[in-house]
């Protein structure tokens, strides 16, 4: 029996303006290559420089932190210069010596005797047939030299180019090419007949068609694919790109402003370096442009708990705050002060009034956390009291004072489908949350419909929570096919084109159909079952498959696997018996999310314990010492989840229905105010639960629009595996 009654004359509350933002992190080469619209890739030739402090493994092709992280490096420069070859006689090699400025580690030494250095760009150069294309290169060379520039395919035919005398010192060479052919494997050549020599201190390749047609500005199919989803805000830069693995790869705001060609480098601890280019000023700019508000995440004083993390001391945490107060005012005051005056010089006089937000930290937690966060919240809120701070543990538990918490999870569909009411229980007098990273990542990598099936139905719990929970943005948002960190992402692409996964359809859905309050409404489903399985993994950490499990274990702590489905990191999914310190608790590891499944209880362990635990399909008992410890029957999986709002200003009503199932569901609804016959319904669906969006078929699970009849006690046939957004008149 499936049913929605809608009481739309009960307003709850209103619904959160902010709640579907977005999230931006240089993760899969999402940045410099993708929304960062440089087409040159090794612009700076500092691509292949060990950050610092790091040593390099070459057989393992791995970089070695100092506190004993290990982290891919697949572009060492002395096992060549990425992006850039040569072709006939022309030689190159890399120099320390005589940089464009002190932040560039490395020119690029040419020598010329007939011959071509080529730049293949990130996969390729895309080029259109008649766009135009923005060159420039700071090169010297003590003699006058004629030096050619093209654009030209990979065999070399010739689409445009340009000739410059390279005379002197360091000096801006820069031209506009016009494409005469359509390529997306182009290459930039730079040619001299001469025998010659040349040093290039820093080259760039821009379209001019970016994004709001702005100078080292943003891809605009992918800036407008963003904007499609109608977001709040934006949260930047990261992530674990803002924490690092070490000191130096800690994002520093300082080192991401400024004329680009003196930005320091950032290695990114997705294993690649960013150029920068896409700094602090270009998110801002970019928020402004699209009218949406910005949320700025710096580090703390640490760096990433998960990866051998490094403690700053005190003097690095206050450069830190130092780094955190100039960023703030680098947006925010007026331009005849000091930070005001820098933004003024790079083009932006006004202050950027969309500064809004500040996450003190991303994914901290623990004493550290809390003794940080202290430090920055007082100071930070004292002398910025208008923005509001965001907190990445829920550090009112430790009597500090909370604005927002940042929770994240990334997880199984059956996850997020069984926790649609996570928040329904919440003290509504407690602290506001966000819901700063999420996806369903086990199981669908590749981003599939199964996916987004979880996320909404999850996502409707948290639209029936929206007065607590104000703010979501999924994680990750891009990736660049040819460089894949972290799956699945929301949009896919390569150096010309792009697609959005089931989720992105999603997101737009429920974005586009917010409405203005959330209205009474009740909702019954019939469930399935969880089926759980998987092996015990008791101390010795010996595998035990059935569905009992029995161990005699002596000492004063206990943690016992079972449902272990054998997967890690990640893909983990296992449930663990913890009894520690007095008290026992059993936790699910799932993916990155943790989910308490029964609390933490007093118990004692004596020297001699016998542990047991009994199992079934989705329920289990544990025993310790012959007394019953814990018991539980999971939840069953809804198959329908929803919520339904009102939208004031066109008098309609909007139901947003989830059927996680496999089946049609007859669905009857009922409302307390009269309304028309017909009604238009949008759905995201799909032949299967593992049906997905490709390069080849970028469409195949997108949404569909429909007239039905709906007259007043209806049942509707909900189709299986469907997500839908049903926009009903009231009649006046
Ligand atoms: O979104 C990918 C990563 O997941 C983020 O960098 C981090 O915050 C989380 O662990």
């Known amino acids: 029996m499936y049913s929605v009654e809608i009481r739309s004359k009960e307003k709850l509350f209103d619904v959160s303006e902010t709640l579907y933002g977005l999230f931006f992190e240089d993760i899969n080469r999402a940045g410099d290559g993708g929304l960062y619209a440089e087409l040159l890739r090794n612009r700076a030739f500092d691509e292949g420089v060990l950050p610092e402090g790091c040593k390099y493994d070459p057989q393992e092709k791995v970089i070695l932190s100092p506190t004993g992280w290990r982290s891919s490096f697949d572009c060492w420069e002395q096992e060549g210069i990425v992006g850039w070859e040569t072709r006939g006689g022309a030689e190159i090699c890399l120099t320390e010596k005589d940089t464009l400025n002190s932040n560039r580690r490395r020119a690029l030494q040419v020598h010329f005797h007939g011959g071509e250095l080529l730049n293949s760009g990130f996969w390729g150069i895309p080029l259109e047939k008649g766009s135009q294309y923005r060159f420039y290169m700071f090169a010297k060379s003590d003699t006058p030299v004629s030096v050619r520039v093209s654009l030209a395919s990979e065999k070399g035919e010739r689409y445009a180019e340009h000739t410059f005398t390279v005379a002197g010192d360091y000096t801006k060479y820069e031209c506009m090419f016009t494409s005469d052919a359509a390529d997306h494997s182009a290459r930039l050549v730079l040619s001299s007949r001469e025998d010659c020599n040349v040093l290039l201190g820093f080259t760039s390749l821009f379209p001019k068609d970016t994004f709001m047609g702005r100078e080292n500005g943003l891809r605009r199919s992918l800036a407008e694919r963003l904007l499609a989803l109608k977001p709040a805000f934006l949260r930047f830069p990261g992530g674990c790109i803002v924490e690092g693995f070490t000191k130096e790869t800690a994002y520093r705001f300082r ?24 700094g602090f000023h270009e998110y801002l700019q970019f928020c402004e442009d699209a009218g949406i508000d910005a949320m700025y ?3 703390c004083g640490m760096t990433c708990q998960g990866r051998c993390p490094d403690y700053f001391e005190e003097d690095l945490i206050r450069e830190f705050y130092e780094d955190t107060v100039q960023a703030i005012l680098y947006a925010t005051a007026p331009a005849d002060t000091e930070w005001g005056r820098r933004r003024a010089e790079n083009g932006h006089p006004d202050p950027f009034h969309v500064l809004k937000y500040i996450e003190i930290g991303n994914e901290n937690w623990g004493v550290q956390y809390d ?4 430090f920055f919240y007082e100071k930070l809120k004292e002398q910025f ?7 990445t543990d829920h550090t009112e538990r430790a009597g500090l004072k909370t604005e927002m918490v940042d929770e994240h999870f990334y997880s199984s569909p059956v996850f997020f489908a069984a926790n649609t009411g996570m928040y ?32 909404a139905a999850f996502l409707t719990g948290i639209e029936r929570n929206q007065d607590k929970v104000k703010m979501t943005s999924y994680a990750p948002l891009f990736q660049n096919v040819n460089h894949v960190s972290w799956e699945p992402d929301l949009i896919v692409f390569n150096n010309h084109v792009d697609y959005g996964i089931p989720s992105y359809h999603l997101l737009k859905m429920f974005a586009e159909n917010r409405g203005s309050y959330v209205c009474g409404h009740n909702i019954v489903t019939e469930s399935s079952r969880r089926r759980e399985s998987g092996c015990f993994r008791g101390m010795d950490n010996v595998c035990v498959q059935g569905d009992r499990f029995t161990t005699v274990w002596e000492g004063d702590s206990l943690h016992i696997r079972f449902w272990d489905k054998g997967t890690d990191g990640e893909d983990q999914d ?17 993916g990155w999310s943790r989910e308490t499944i029964c609390e933490k209880i007093p118990c004692r362990l004596s020297q001699r314990n016998t542990a047991e635990i009994i199992t079934d399909r989705d329920s289990f008992q544990i025993i310790l010492n012959g007394v019953l410890l814990h018991s539980r029957t999971l939840e069953p999986l809804p198959h329908l989840t929803g919520v339904c709002t009102v939208d004031s200003a066109s008098g309609e009503i909007i139901t947003k229905l989830v ?6 569901i007859p669905v009857r609804i009922s409302c307390d105010r009269e309304t028309e016959d017909c009604a238009d319904i949008t759905v995201l669906t799909g032949e299967s639960l593992d049906a997905r969006n490709s390069f080849e078929n970028p469409e195949a699970v997108s949404p569909f629009a429909e007239r039905i009849e709906i007259p007043a006690d209806h049942t509707l046939q909900i189709r299986p595996r469907s997500i839908n957004v049903i926009r009903q008149k009231i009649r006046k």
């Open 385 to 391: 009291p208008q923005l509001h701070y965001i907190s």
């Open 574 to 590: 296992h449930y663990d018996w913890i009894a520690e310190n007095g008290r026992s608790q059993v936790v699910h590891f799932n």
């Open 659 to 664: 059927n996680f199932s496999d089946k049609a």
């Open 297 to 299: 995440v710096f580090n």
């Open 255 to 278: 080192d991401t402003i400024g004329p680009v060609w003196e930005r320091k480098p950032h290695w990114l601890l997705w294993s690649y370096m960013t150029t920068n280019g896409l």
């Open 371 to 374: 003794t940080r966060y202290r």
């Open 424 to 455: 329904d229980s919440l003290d509504r007098d407690g602290v506001d949350i966000y819901c700063g990273e999420y996806a369903s990542t086990i199981g669908c990598k590749e981003g599939t419909l199964y996916g987004a099936l979880g996320e």
